[in-house]
């Protein structure tokens, strides 16, 4: 995802790690896993700190039954990496982080969930 808002290619990616794109294609479908150090050195090469890849993810907790340390599910954010997965999601993002007036952001945010709103109630219209 991150790769892609910087609209930075596999290959590019690759050659800042020293990797072909190939094996950039390997660590993005999960076929290879990620060590510490790559992903360091990926995290610099997309200008982010490595905690970025964890945000979202499963959170380590004590369970209750047996106060042993497991993963749990994320806080519910992954509808945003689901989002920005998306062609769309890509360019909506693009767009609107070009738009510096806040007052006009403040009222994209409105319309795009007025939008929602009328397509949640066309979709299940309630009984009056």
């Known amino acids: 995802m991150r790769r892609m808002l910087l609209r930075m290619s596999q290959e590019k990616l690759g050659e800042a790690l020293g990797v072909t794109f190939q094996q950039i294609q390997k660590y993005e479908k999960g076929a290879n896993r990620i060590g510490a150090s790559r992903l360091q050195q990926i995290a610099a090469a997309l200008n982010v700190p490595p905690s ?6 499963p959170n380590h907790e004590r369970s209750e039954v047996d106060g042993h340390y497991g993963v749990a599910e994320g806080s519910g954010s992954s509808y ?12 909506l993002n693009r767009a609107f982080v070009r738009i510096k007036d806040p007052k006009v952001r403040r009222r994209i945010v409105d319309l795009v969930t007025s939008l929602a709103a009328e397509d949640a109630e066309a979709v299940a219209p309630e009984a009056k």
Do not use: A, M, P, W
């Open 52 to 57: 970025f890849f964890f945000e979202g993810g």
């Open 80 to 91: 945003i990496v689901d989002f920005l997965s998306t062609v769309e999601g890509l360019h």
